[in-house]
């Protein structure tokens, strides 16, 4: 029989594609997760990942291992939380998630989370990610999930990326005409940090045409050739392309993707189980992206 432990130590590798990062999620000396991986292995009577000096990579034995061990995890979970439920009321978690966020597998990890732990409520407020970080300070939110473009020592960040100016694939710009911009209303980070990068470069030949509350309509108006708006590549549709800084737009500032917590939390436990979920899913999620992100 194959044992939990051993499962945990496996995935948490395979995820972090490194025993020392894998070493550093679960708490646990780089020799213990190597010792979990070679007991395993010799149960198995087969290697699980390739090892050379520079990288680990899954064997074609441990790609099929992987889904059957995130199976075996995640019923052991929901096993245990189900037998629990009826002793404990459920916990409430209170989630903030900014616009701008790559939302796809954020929310397919709460929806595990929602299965395996039953025990745990979670609810979700969708806005911009300076409004969600003061509601964490002030405890009225639990956990922020974010982009900004300046951190806080209270903040995690999970990657980076660069900002770009977006526009459509198939409109014109007039180069002689004020660029139309389209921002989030006010605090917006990325609204900040182009405008700062605007003013610091000098650049006036601008100007705002549209204002808006959802990252939806900005997308629209920069789809139909009626603005310029700042998107990170990980938010980028295909139907936009990213506009060079340089020509008549000024650099811009990296965003930063972050969770933050709020200090004091009345579930502890259960608020940092859900980081690790959030933090597992996006090294998954980063894994299968790499490509496309960092070129």
């Known amino acids: 029989m194959l044992d939990s432990q051993q499962l945990r130590a496996f995935v948490s590798v395979a995820d972090h594609g490194s025993v020392t990062r894998a070493a550093d999620a679960m708490h646990l000396t780089q020799s213990a997760v190597s010792a ?6 010799e149960q198995l009577g087969c290697r699980v990942f390739d090892r050379t000096t520079r990288s680990l990579q899954l064997t074609a034995q441990g790609s099929v291992l992987l889904s059957y061990a995130r199976s075996i995890l995640n019923l052991q979970q929901q096993a245990v ?10 916990a ?11 939302s796809e597998w954020l929310f397919a990890a709460l929806a595990g989370f929602r299965q395996r732990r039953p025990d745990v409520h979670v609810e979700i407020t969708c806005g911009i990610s300076t409004v969600l970080a003061k509601q964490v300070r002030q405890r009225s939110l639990d956990l922020m999930v974010g982009t900004v473009c300046d951190a806080g020592s209270d903040t995690e960040t999970l990657w980076m990326e660069p900002l770009v100016w977006a526009f459509s694939t198939k409109a014109l710009l007039d180069p002689d005409a004020p660029a139309p911009l389209a921002f989030l209303s006010e605090p917006c980070p990325f609204r900040e ?19 808006a509350q959802g990252s939806g309509a900005l997308v629209a108006a920069a ?5 310029i708006t700042v998107l990170t590549p990980s938010g980028m549709p295909s139907i936009l392309r990213s506009i060079p ?16 917590r709020a200090e004091g939390s009345a579930a502890p436990k259960p608020l940092a189980a859900l980081v690790d979920e959030v933090r597992e899913a996006c090294f998954r999620w980063r894994g299968a992206h790499a490509g496309a992100l960092d070129a």
């Open 92 to 102: 409430t978690l209170r989630l903030g998630c900014s616009e701008g966020f790559p």
């Open 36 to 41: 979990q991986i070679r007991r395993l292995e």
């Open 245 to 260: 800084p340089g020509s008549f737009l000024p650099p811009l500032p990296p965003a930063r993707f972050v969770i933050q």
């Open 193 to 211: 940090a182009a405008l700062a990068s605007l003013a610091g470069h000098g650049t006036t030949n601008w100007q705002v045409v549209l204002t």
């Open 223 to 227: 789809a139909a050739g009626l603005a």
């Open 81 to 90: 939380a189900r037998l629990a439920a009826p002793r404990h009321a459920p």
